[in-house]
């Protein structure tokens, strides 16, 4: 991105910055076929320099299970590590970030808390939107849903039911060995053109390639992780023998990562978390990358607060975001959500990009407030 408008020689000083654990139960549990989620532990970071604050949120997991990364290991990073590398420092740009922090491996959802967090403060400094600062262009972006896995396949048409009726522009369902067939069968059936997605959260082998060709026969826009969390070979031997694209979530760590798999073959469509690759920087580098190279990208979700959610709006405004995302509305997750106003999808199933300064959305004090569990502050 060219320099932003607005301010010229902004720097960004890095004075303080706030860590805090929230608790949010989620309005329905969501199940995958790595785990079962009822209620979420949210790490929210707001950074502060004498021009303006700026608010992120830590996409890893109560658990192991789809991320090696977790509440308690992203706080221990952020706290002793990530944090460390910047306070009190001055960066010429938000994009410079993600540079000082290359030094720390992994753990790339503790360091786009934090990166994720400049940019929104960047944008404000500027009183530009979020989206306009990262260049996105859309003023509408397209929405979808994923459905978790349900007790029974009544449940999941009813869900299906829902979810069309809301507007939501296409269906992803997750998907494991036993939960796949009869209910993709069953949505087919009653919604012959719904575009419809099947995730499996690395639940499969190279050996069910024979089971997963005939997932063919449903028309899936793409099946999201049939293969091993940490894999690119096998799925490239896989995208050989099945018709349906494949599109990588868990290996994706950086925009290298997703240039690799496509030349790989090991998928054709990338599936973009911000937290799993480490922020912003990481994510403009990837959307060059898929808009030169025609691959289409989406936005995938981690159950987020409005405070992640909103970033991902943001990104989802960015040229190469041509898919539906994994971005829905705050109520399908939490009674109240931690920014006003909540997040909410249009009966076209879209997100207006909201035209306010940073992610657009404020931070909902007295709610955030009621669910803090621990704080912790950092000063230069
Ligand atoms: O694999 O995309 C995934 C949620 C948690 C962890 C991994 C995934 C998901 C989802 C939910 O699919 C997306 C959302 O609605 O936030
Ligand atoms: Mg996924």
């Given at each position: 991105?060219?320099?932003?408008?607005?301010?010229?020689?902004?720097?960004?000083?890095?004075?303080?910055?706030e860590l805090r654990e929230i608790h949010l139960p989620l309005?329905?549990?969501?199940?995958?076929?790595?785990?079962?989620?009822v209620s979420r532990r949210i790490i929210l970071v707001t950074?502060?320099?004498?021009?303006?604050?700026?608010?992120?949120e830590c996409?890893a997991g109560e658990?192991?299970?789809?991320?090696?990364?977790t509440t308690d290991?992203a706080w221990h990073?952020l706290a002793?590590?990530?944090?460390?590398?910047?306070?009190?420092?001055?960066?010429?740009?938000?994009?410079?970030?993600?540079?000082?922090?290359?030094?720390?491996?992994?753990?790339?959802?503790?360091?786009?808390?934090?990166?994720?967090?400049?940019?929104?403060?960047?944008?404000?400094?500027?009183?530009?939107?979020?989206?306009?600062?990262?260049?996105?262009?859309?003023?509408?972006?397209?929405?979808?849903?994923?459905?978790?896995?349900?007790?029974?396949?009544?449940?999941?048409?009813?869900?299906?039911?829902?979810?069309?009726?809301?507007?939501?522009?296409?269906?992803?369902?997750?998907?494991?060995?036993?939960?796949?067939?009869?209910?993709?069968?069953?949505?087919?059936?009653?919604?012959?053109?719904?575009?419809?997605?099947?995730?499996?959260?690395?639940?499969?082998?190279?050996?069910?390639?024979?089971?997963?060709?005939?997932?063919?026969?449903?028309?899936?826009?793409?099946?999201?992780?049939?293969?091993?969390?940490?894999?690119?070979?096998?799925?490239?031997?896989?995208?050989?023998?099945?018709?349906?694209?494949?599109?990588?979530?868990?290996?994706?760590?950086?925009?290298?990562?997703?240039?690799?798999?496509?030349?790989?073959?090991?998928?054709?469509?990338?599936?973009?978390?911000?937290?799993?690759?480490?922020?912003?920087?990481?994510?403009?580098?990837?959307?060059?990358?898929?808009?030169?190279?025609?691959?289409?990208?989406?936005?995938?979700?981690?159950?987020?607060s409005?405070i992640?959610?909103?970033?991902?709006?943001?990104?989802?405004?960015?040229?190469?975001?041509?898919?539906?995302?994994?971005?829905?509305?705050?109520?399908?997750?939490f009674?109240e959500?931690t920014?006003?106003?909540?997040?909410?999808?249009?009966?076209?199933?879209?997100?207006?990009?909201?035209?306010?300064?940073?992610?657009?959305?404020?931070p909902?004090s007295s709610r955030i407030q009621r669910a803090t569990v621990r704080i912790r502050e950092?000063?230069?």
């Amino acid at each position: 991105m060219g320099p932003a408008r607005g301010t010229s020689q902004a720097v960004i000083r890095i004075r303080s910055v706030e860590l805090r654990e929230i608790h949010l139960p989620l309005v329905h549990p969501f199940e995958t076929s790595s785990g079962r989620t009822v209620s979420r532990r949210i790490i929210l970071v707001t950074v502060r320099s004498p021009e303006a604050e700026g608010f992120g949120e830590c996409t890893a997991g109560e658990d192991p299970y789809y991320s090696g990364e977790t509440t308690d290991t992203a706080w221990h990073l952020l706290a002793d590590f990530v944090i460390p590398a910047v306070l009190g420092r001055t960066f010429e740009r938000a994009r410079d970030v993600a540079a000082a922090l290359r030094s720390i491996r992994g753990n790339e959802m503790a360091k786009a808390a934090l990166e994720t967090a400049l940019w929104d403060l960047e944008a404000r400094a500027r009183n530009l939107p979020l989206s306009r600062h990262l260049g996105g262009t859309r003023e509408e972006i397209p929405c979808g849903v994923s459905i978790g896995i349900q007790n029974t396949v009544g449940a999941l048409l009813s869900a299906v039911r829902q979810e069309v009726a809301a507007g939501y522009q296409r269906v992803k369902i997750k998907i494991k060995p036993g939960w796949e067939i009869e209910p993709l069968q069953a949505i087919r059936d009653e919604f012959p053109d719904l575009p419809l997605m099947a995730d499996a959260n690395a639940a499969f082998s190279l050996d069910d390639a024979d089971l997963l060709a005939g997932l063919d026969r449903f028309r899936l826009m793409m099946i999201e992780q049939p293969l091993g969390h940490n894999d690119m070979a096998d799925h490239a031997l896989l995208q050989k023998r099945i018709q349906t694209p494949i599109c990588l979530d868990e290996p994706i760590h950086s925009a290298e990562d997703g240039r690799k798999a496509i030349e790989l073959g090991s998928c054709r469509i990338i599936n973009v978390k911000l937290g799993r690759i480490g922020g912003y920087a990481e994510a403009l580098q990837l959307n060059d990358y898929c808009v030169r190279h025609s691959i289409p990208v989406w936005c995938g979700g981690m159950l987020e607060s409005g405070i992640g959610r909103a970033h991902n709006i943001a990104m989802s405004s960015l040229a190469g975001f041509v898919l539906p995302g994994d971005v829905s509305a705050s109520r399908r997750y939490f009674e109240e959500d931690t920014v006003r106003p909540p997040v909410m999808v249009t009966p076209r199933g879209t997100i207006r990009v909201p035209a306010g300064p940073g992610i657009g959305y404020e931070p909902d004090s007295s709610r955030i407030q009621r669910a803090t569990v621990r704080i912790r502050e950092f000063s230069a």
